[in-house]
């Protein structure tokens, strides 16, 4: 049990460090450097959040929050549609085509992903997808097949706003041989999702021209959904389907943007636990000078420890005297690294405009970065798993110290006092 007296003695010779100057400057470098790790963790995670915020949105602009291949519905789809928009959680439903196709413009070919979409049909897809297809969505009109191109795929092809390009599509005739149905579509204009598997393959454009490039007549291929919580989209999906095998319906396939884009995500959340294990070493450093700092202060104090244990004090009482002293030094650079880590966070939208015109060079130019400033979600958890970890660090750097405090022999050290 850590006592009142323990903590007492811990505050006392934190105060006194005064006569070793250079255990004083050590004691204030190991706060720093674990305030300085604490804050960049924070800072960096931070910005790691907002940067998986803006790829999940920009991603789910084409493939919606979930999606129900609708091959077994047949001409039904607009039942199923309907019934897909009444069901809980999902708050808009949308069918799309979606085929493989060839681009040809003069000798330069590419594989492309046909995506036919009704930009003016729901107010909820059509909010999301303005902030990156922009007004070129409008021009998407029934029979003008005009279509946006992904800006790598239009700068593979040459390709600009105007531009009249040739679309193969492979299908089969009566005999069952493959064949190419070819039609020429007219670029509106380009979009950037800032993936590279997206922009270097993506084609949007009408529903009813998508159809007619695929031969679908009024069928399609799917439809896409929108959920109230996009995180809900797996259980919301999983409970439509079990409604419908529990009523006896065909089943149909479905997916969500966790399955569809789960590659993705799991490259941020490697780099986010890489970049937590580097950064944590700056707060390893800062533990091994707060090892440095007790054990000067133990070696100072050493008649002070003996005439402590000749008046009472258990090794029990020493070893927690000198963990509590670490904890402190710990605990003040954790505290200020959260304070200081989450203000920079907050207000980063001024401090690299700031930095960027003090150094003469830009963080993210616009010509190379879809992004032309830095996203930031701090996140409660961050902040917990950030504090444990310095906490535990700090907690095993006083161990050895606080060992060696209770080694001390009263008898000895009094000897020759």
């Known amino acids: 049990m850590i006592r009142p007296v323990a903590l007492w003695m811990a505050l006392r010779y934190l105060r006194t460090q005064r006569a070793s100057q250079f255990a004083s400057l050590v004691g204030l470098a190991s706060v720093l450097g674990v305030a300085l ?42 039942t199923l549609r309907d019934e897909l928009g009444a069901w809980p959680g999902i708050v808009a439903a949308e069918p799309y085509v979606e085929l493989e196709a060839m681009l040809a413009n003069g000798g330069e070919l590419a594989g492309v992903v046909i995506e036919g ?47 009249r390009v040739r679309v193969m599509v492979p299908v089969r005739d009566v005999k069952g041989r493959v064949v190419s149905r070819l039609r020429e579509i007219i670029v509106a204009g380009v979009f950037e999702i800032g993936v590279r598997d997206h922009d270097s393959v993506r084609v949007l454009l009408n529903l009813a021209d998508a159809a007619q490039l695929a031969g679908l007549g009024g069928n399609i291929t799917g439809i896409r959904l929108q959920m109230a919580d996009i995180f809900a989209a797996p259980e919301v999906l999983h409970d439509w389907t079990a409604s419908r095998a529990t009523a006896g319906h065909a089943g149909l396939a479905t997916t969500d943007w966790t399955r569809d884009n789960a590659s993705y995500f799991r490259a941020v ?86 930095l ?48 060696r405090a209770a080694s001390v022999d009263p008898a000895e050290v009094l000897r020759y006092e």
Do not use: C
């Open 37 to 78: 790790g604490v804050a960049a963790l924070i800072v960096v995670l931070s910005v790691m959040n907002g940067f998986e915020n803006e790829l999940r949105a920009r991603l789910v602009t084409i493939t919606g929050h979930g999606a129900v291949l609708t091959g077994a519905a047949g001409d039904d789809w607009r």
């Open 117 to 163: 979409i009704d930009p003016q049909r729901d107010a909820a897809f059509a909010g999301e997808r303005a902030s990156i297809f922009g007004d070129g969505l409008l021009e998407l009109r029934p029979g003008s097949f005009q279509a946006l191109l992904g800006r790598a795929l239009a700068a593979r092809l040459g390709l600009a706003p105007g531009d």
């Open 269 to 354: 959340r490697i780099e986010k636990v890489m970049m937590t294990l580097l950064l944590s070493l700056i707060v390893a450093v800062a533990t091994f000078n707060i090892v440095a700092t007790l054990v000067m202060i133990v070696t100072d104090k050493r008649p002070g420890i003996a005439i402590l244990r000749t008046l009472g004090f258990s090794r029990r009482s020493i070893i927690a005297t000198f963990t509590l002293q670490g904890l402190l030094i710990g605990w003040a650079g954790v505290v200020i690294g959260l304070l200081s880590g989450s203000l920079l966070a907050r207000n980063i939208a001024v401090v690299v405009p700031a």
């Open 356 to 403: 960027e015109k003090t150094f003469g060079f830009e963080f993210m130019p616009a010509d190379v970065y879809y992004l032309t400033s830095l996203p930031v979600d701090l996140q409660v958890d961050d902040f917990l798993w950030v504090s444990v970890i310095a906490l535990l660090m700090t907690a095993g750097a006083t161990i050895y110290p606080a060992l």
